[in-house]
């Protein structure tokens, strides 16, 4: 980890990383709700909202997209990734070096480590490689720690959680990307493993506006620095008016009901 490494993905100390990645790791299943961000341009055009400070893609629509958002847009190149299709132990390819992420204007790079599964000790290797690579070309490290694999019972428990995000700072990640344990409570023992690395909580997917910015809201207080979110943006019917309330609660730290009010 390396003090003010993110600060070319960060405003103020906080992000909100908009992440698109799931044409890749879920498929297309993830545009059904709000078909029209099947179309890449429409999610570039989202990430120049003021509550973005990056956007997390792979290579291929970076190398098709990015030259024409390169002014606006922050780019956080997600480095590895696996599809849905893969039903083997978690692992990840890697499908682009940092040296190509930098050629490509990158600000930052993004790598999963799928720390437990079988293939950790391949995947921590591989993130070394990425991690030396990004810091030759200053460009920040977010690691997407999520820690699963046929020897850990429960991959949701704060105990894993916090293990995940100290796994990001030991390796060398400036943020570090986790699922949200439950509370704030978890939040804030994640947040404290992670010690000087910035922890991110993952999305998924929660229908409920007040219900969803009730976690975020709640990971900042126990020291998170924001949000990675995907599908809790694009899939809701009008992804600017929560990006509206997320640029208020996270931010600003507005509370939830007054954010939805604006
Ligand atoms: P969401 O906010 O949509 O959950 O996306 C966050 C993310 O980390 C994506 O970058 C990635 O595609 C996805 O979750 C992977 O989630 P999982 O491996 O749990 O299916």
Same mark, same amino acid.
């Given at each position: 980890?390396?003090?003010?490494?993110?600060?070319?993905?960060? @405003?103020?100390?906080? !992000?909100?990383?908009?992440? #698109?990645?799931?044409?890749?790791?879920?498929?297309?299943?993830?545009?059904?709700?709000?078909?029209?961000?099947?179309?890449?341009?429409?999610?570039?055009?989202?990430?120049?909202?003021?509550? %973005?400070? !990056?956007?997390?893609? +792979?290579?291929?629509?970076?190398?098709?997209?990015?030259?024409? /958002?390169?002014?606006?847009?922050?780019?956080?190149?997600?480095?590895?990734?696996?599809?849905?299709?893969?039903?083997?132990?978690?692992?990840?390819?890697?499908?682009?070096?940092? &040296? /190509?992420?930098?050629?490509?204007?990158?600000?930052?790079?993004?790598?999963?480590? /799928?720390?437990? !599964?079988?293939?950790?000790?391949? =995947?921590?290797?591989?993130?070394?490689?990425? +991690?030396?690579?990004?810091?030759?070309?200053?460009?920040?490290?977010?690691?997407?720690? #999520?820690?699963?694999? +046929?020897?850990?019972?429960?991959?949701?428990?704060?105990?894993?959680?916090? #293990?995940?995000?100290?796994?990001?700072?030991?390796?060398?990640?400036?943020? %570090?990307?986790?699922? /949200?344990?439950?509370?704030?409570?978890?939040?804030?023992?994640?947040?404290?493993?992670?010690?000087?690395?910035?922890?991110? =909580?993952?999305?998924?997917? =929660? @229908?409920?506006?007040?219900?969803?910015? @009730?976690?975020?809201?709640?990971?900042?207080?126990?020291?998170?620095?924001?949000?990675?979110?995907? @599908?809790? %943006?694009?899939?809701?019917?009008?992804?600017?008016?929560?990006?509206?309330?997320? &640029?208020? %609660?996270?931010? +600003?730290?507005?509370?939830?009901?007054?954010?939805?009010?604006?």
């Amino acid at each position: 980890m390396l003090p003010h490494a993110a600060d070319n993905i960060e @405003r103020d100390g906080k !992000s909100l990383i908009l992440a #698109y990645d799931h044409g890749l790791e879920h498929g297309p299943v993830d545009f059904e709700p709000n078909p029209d961000t099947a179309d890449p341009e429409r999610i570039f055009e989202l990430a120049a909202h003021e509550a %973005v400070t !990056s956007l997390a893609v +792979q290579k291929g629509l970076a190398e098709a997209y990015y030259p024409d /958002y390169e002014d606006d847009v922050n780019l956080l190149l997600k480095l590895n990734g696996t599809s849905n299709l893969w039903m083997g132990e978690p692992n990840s390819a890697v499908n682009c070096t940092a &040296e /190509y992420a930098a050629g490509l204007g990158a600000d930052a790079i993004g790598f999963t480590v /799928y720390g437990g !599964s079988n293939h950790e000790v391949e =995947m921590a290797e591989e993130f070394r490689r990425a +991690q030396e690579g990004a810091r030759e070309h200053d460009m920040a490290v977010v690691m997407w720690s #999520y820690p699963r694999g +046929q020897g850990l019972r429960n991959d949701g428990s704060p105990d894993v959680i916090s #293990y995940g995000a100290r796994l990001g700072l030991e390796l060398g990640a400036d943020v %570090v990307k986790v699922k /949200y344990p439950g509370s704030a409570e978890a939040m804030g023992h994640a947040v404290e493993m992670a010690g000087p690395a910035d922890v991110v =909580m993952s999305g998924g997917t =929660m @229908r409920d506006d007040k219900a969803f910015l @009730r976690n975020v809201s709640n990971a900042i207080d126990a020291g998170a620095t924001g949000i990675a979110v995907g @599908r809790n %943006v694009f899939q809701r019917e009008e992804p600017e008016r929560i990006l509206d309330a997320l &640029e208020a %609660v996270i931010f +600003q730290e507005v509370e939830p009901d007054e954010a939805l009010a604006i």
